[in-house]
């Protein structure tokens, strides 16, 4: 018999200039993936693409003891107005360095050399697992669906995040 996988939750936070909940196409399939999945959703916001802003919001999640997962979208380009990167690293005790290469190995195969405008990262911050995607649908869905959903599955083998981020499992802190 395999065990349950147990849920996590997780919180959605959209970086947009121009996006509201009936444009957030990102946000919206991120928050149905994970459902899908079997995770609770804890809260979904859309901030604009400002540093401190985005700080705020990611520092008072990290904060939060009941979430344990920040997925962000948006704000990973080069454009002047693109910051995640720059808020949240400095938030993180640990970075997950080989995130953003296996996500751009992935999206090669959809948009080419494209996929080198990337700066998705990942981390670990109080005992929160926080992920950084691009702000297109298709970003996200390559993702959750070649890295997230297994990463964020208490029974995926040999190694998971979601072990991180479960205090009874005994890898939290």
């Given at each position: 018999m395999s ?5 996590l ?10 996006r509201d909940?009936n444009s957030?196409?990102?946000g919206?399939?991120?928050?149905e993936?994970l ?5 609770r959703?804890a809260?979904?916001r ?8 985005i ?6 999640w ?5 979430i ?10 080069f454009?002047?107005r693109?910051s ?5 690293s400095?938030?993180?005790d640990?970075r997950i360095?080989g995130?953003g290469e ?9 948009v080419?050399?494209?996929?080198i405008?990337?700066r998705?990262?990942g981390?670990?911050?109080n005992?929160t697992v926080?992920f950084c ?5 298709g970003?996200?869905?390559?993702a959750?669906d070649?890295?997230?959903?297994e990463?964020l599955?208490s ?18 802190v």
């Open positions: 065990e349950a996988m147990i849920p939750t997780i919180a959605v936070l959209t970086i947009s200039d121009t909940f957030d196409r990102s919206a399939l991120l928050a993936r459902s899908e999945a079997g995770h959703l809260e979904r859309i901030v604009i693409d400002d540093v401190y802003r700080r705020a919001t990611v520092s008072e990290i904060a939060d003891p009941e344990q997962v920040i997925l962000t979208t948006g704000g990973t380009g454009t002047g693109d995640t990167p720059e808020a949240v400095v938030l993180l640990k360095e995130f296996q996500f751009r190995q992935l999206s090669w195969q959809e080419g050399s494209s996929t405008q990337s998705c990262l981390g670990l911050a005992a926080v995607l691009p702000g297109s649908s970003a996200c869905r390559t959750w070649g890295l997230l959903a990463q599955d029974r995926h083998k040999p190694c998971n995040f979601a072990n991180l981020v479960i205090p009874e499992r005994g890898q939290h």
